[in-house]
């Protein structure tokens, strides 16, 4: 891979590693504050746009257009609102900045990029198995997030697993394997749905660039995928597996584009299920996270509606969707739907399956939680997005042109000369020509 490469792969690397990297320091070293962790995101996302200026790919036009409008629209909320919190800005920027990044490279360097990240991802969930006391010794995630995040002692309410993140327990039974004696792991992610996020994101790759990989990479990739998948107990992402294998066959066949219909389907569907099944948005499962985002777009004003009281968003963070309107206006979340559903251009049996299965993860997973705009996960997302567009859109975008050289009479009356005198069993009619080489 060129060096513009490589280094697009170190930025993605470190998306996903870094707040286990500060999470080790804050465990060991000192006890760290939300600056670093603002600080190493920043830069992150700072070494993105410097890499992005390396791309030729004209669908950097398209990304930079969202960049544009997304700008656009955080400009007008300073106004509305008389304040704007840089995270609302940051948490829609990683789309298009990481989609561009993912156009330093081609679908052929995104298996080698993930090969790795996946061994990561897998140690680290096989040791949170084998050794959870250890694992919660090294990284200490409870004081991590309550340094960093403002967690609230209270909000980790598990007794038995004291070290790790709120959600690495449930009440009752595990979702997969309930026979199995484990917490839901959270592995390099400090967290169990992020886990579960990442192990569906690669699901995607899996599945578009099956043809792609070898036969140790295939059973490398799908023997440990189901491994992590196991030790997330996630839920969604057992769902949204089965999706993505359907998507693959199914989305080939539908039409171009038609991705575009998943999120207002999704909305609209919801909210015809709460009302037909009377659903309550008290709970922890998909109806009632679905009752709760539907809830939470029905009570929004039209002041909210357009962006006008955007701190609202952090009193509806279990609901995407409800989060995404509060903080960038019904204008920009259309706008980030439109150009995500739309942003990869699909020109061929793969680029169609992964626009697909990209928007409908992002179309459902809006409804049921704010996990979407995680770094951790979406830094991988967009990136194999942008990616997957590049190969045939750069193609596309150069067309080869062949120059015939300018037709002579002289050489023409060669080239009859040669037909004329040529031997009968040079070339027999019917018959094919073999190479001398």
Known sequence: MPISSLVAAAIVYGTVLFNAALAFVN????????????????????????????????????WVGLMVCLGTVNVVG???????????????????????????????DIIKIMLPLQAIVLAGTLFEAASVEQYGHFLKITSYYINTRGFEQSRFWSTENTDLFVSATR?????????????????????????????????????????????????????SSFIILVGSDGRFAVVSILAVIVLRIVAPLMPRYSNVLYLPIVVVGGAL???????????????????????????????????????????????????LVYSQSIVGAVAVWVFIAMGLPQRDRESIAFAHMASFYFATNLMISYSVFSI?????????????????????????????????????ASATANVATAPSDRIAPGSTARSSG
């Open 171 to 223: 009440p009752g039974e595990r979702f997969l394997f309930s026979f199995l004696n484990l917490h839901r792991l959270s592995s390099i992610f400090l967290e169990p749905v992020s886990l579960g996020n990442y192990v569906v994101i690669v699901s995607m790759m899996i599945v578009t660039l099956w043809h792609r990989l070898g036969f140790g990479e295939k059973v490398f990739f799908v023997t």
């Open 376 to 412: 951790k996960t979406a830094g991988v997302l967009w990136f194999m997005l942008g990616a997957m567009g590049r190969d045939r859109a750069t193609v596309a975008s150069k067309p080869t042109s062949v120059r015939l050289p300018a037709l002579r009479p002289s050489m023409l």
């Open 27 to 62: 465990a060991n070293v000192t006890p760290l504050t939300s600056t670093p962790v603002i600080a190493c995101e920043a830069m992150l996302d700072g070494s993105a746009l410097l890499c992005c200026f390396t791309v030729q790919s004209p669908l950097r036009i398209w």
């Open 273 to 323: 299920a709460v009302e037909a099944l009377h659903l309550n948005p008290v709970g922890d499962d998909f109806p009632s996270r679905t009752a709760g985002s539907v809830e939470a777009l029905l009570a929004m004003t039209p002041g909210a509606l357009f962006g006008f009281d955007a701190a609202h968003a952090y009193s509806v963070m279990d609901s995407g969707i409800a989060y």
């Open 78 to 108: 300073v106004l509305g609102n008389e304040h704007i919190d840089p995270k609302f800005v940051r948490d829609v920027l990683i789309i298009p900045i990481y989609a561009y990044l993912g156009l330093c490279v081609c679908r052929n």
